[in-house]
């Protein structure tokens, strides 16, 4: 196996190049019919369809919503869930965020790492198995989702249609493997009354903004940026720059939101936005983990992480989407009473929750147990199967984890400008979901 996936790794990374060339952002344009999802997405997805076929795998799309790539046979199956959208390209990237650069060993690109190369390397995988003619005992599928970023309803119609796999994992996260997932809330908060502020930030509800400007009804105070962050002033304007990144890891982030808000309060702002500022900047602070808002909670599965992602202030006031990602014990339930009680004190009402619930899967199961022996051999380590905070299509399923595929140690470029993976990774990728399929689902 692995000298068919070295011998096609060229190949693999020019199919990888022309997918992340594909601007295919989660609704980035609007539904058609055929394409619920919009014309980019959809390119995506038969881009990569095609790519199949011609490694010589069954390839079909199930009515718009998602792609299968099928090897194999049997009665049970094993699914493999990627995800061909991508999160809005967002500011600070020093190469065209679509340009699928290639520049010291690695692939620059939004969606290189999340998801479109493990999506590939899947296929490639699979591809390699069928070229080894290895006898089957399960089929196998390579699920591709069209709208993972921004929900689940592609997968979703899959398994209406298609029904629950026997076992499947996805190469969406981190290594080893991630068995545990803890639940994931986006909650939207307004405030009526008319803003003499203009702020306009955010791309989506798990991306932290690395950047993000304000207009004043008045001339702007210079005021030394917040340690980390960048502000620049130009008469009734302030811009703030800190790094995006992904929600679930706050930490590896500068969420300029929050420095905008410090900025704010010390700005010469109309009455109702001073207090409006203030109290905002008073619950969040820079917190990554909801501690002055009193949702600080750990335990075995994780952390609490709590990172306002998108904001608008205009006429009809201030509207604001957080992400939270919550350990098992922080029931969902009890955190949504913490931010009413907070917010509503200061003048803000709850128009919008959505709420997904945490996925865990015993470490002692085929599953986990196989694709840790898989990694570990492969890696030379004694690694355990992790917690997160991210969430993926493992818990769309009964029977699923996340295997892959960011590195132990290594700090996640999901959602952060300059998105890169290396051409090693795509080699290690690629042989490890090989050997994974081997042993899941070949005699």
Known sequence: MKNWIETTLRDQIEDLKALVRIPSVSRGDPAEPGKPFGKTVYEALQATLQIARRLGLKAWDVDGY???????????????????????????????????????????GRGTLDDKSPALSAIYALAAIKAKGFPMKRRVRVILGCDEEIGSLGVEHYLEVEGQPTLAFTPDAEYPVVNSE????????????????????????????????????????????????????????????????????????????????????????????????NALHTLWGYDLHGETIGVDVTDESGRTTYSPDVIRFDENGVRFIADCRHPFTAKAEDLLKTWDAAYEKE?????????????????????????????????????????????????????????????????????????????????????????????????
């Open 66 to 108: 998602c792609g299968v790539v099928e090897y194999g046979e049997g009665e049970e199956l094993l699914g493999i869930l990627a995800h061909l959208d991508v999160v809005p390209e967002g500011e600070g990237w020093s190469v065209p965020p679509y340009s699928a650069t290639e520049k010291d060993g690695r692939i620059i």
């Open 182 to 277: 803890m639940g994931i809330m986006h909650t939207t908060y307004e405030k009526k009354y008319v803003s003499a502020l203009r702020i306009d930030c955010g791309t989506a509800a798990n991306v932290i903004p690395g950047v993000i400007r304000a207009e004043l009804p008045c001339k702007a105070v210079p005021v030394a940026a917040p340690e980390g962050f960048t502000a620049t002033y130009e008469e009734n304007r302030i811009t703030v720059e800190g790094r995006g990144g992904h929600a679930s890891m706050p930490e590896f982030a500068k969420n300029a939101l929050l420095a905008l808000m410090d900025i704010l309060t010390k700005q010469p702002l109309p009455e109702e936005d001073m207090k409006t500022v």
């Open 347 to 443: 003048g803000f009402v709850r128009t919008d929750t959505t709420i997904k619930p945490g996925h865990f899967i015993p470490a002692d199961s085929e599953l986990v147990s196989t694709l840790m022996n898989v990694y570990n051999e492969l890696n030379g380590s004694d690694s355990k199967p992790l917690s997160m905070g991210g969430g993926t299509y493992a818990r769309e399923m009964d029977n699923a984890v996340a295997f892959g595929i960011v590195r132990e140690g290594e700090e996640s470029m999901c959602h952060m400008p300059d998105e890169s993976i290396s051409i090693e990774d795509i080699r290690f990728n690629t042989v490890c979901m090989a050997e994974a399929i081997r042993r899941l689902a070949a005699v």
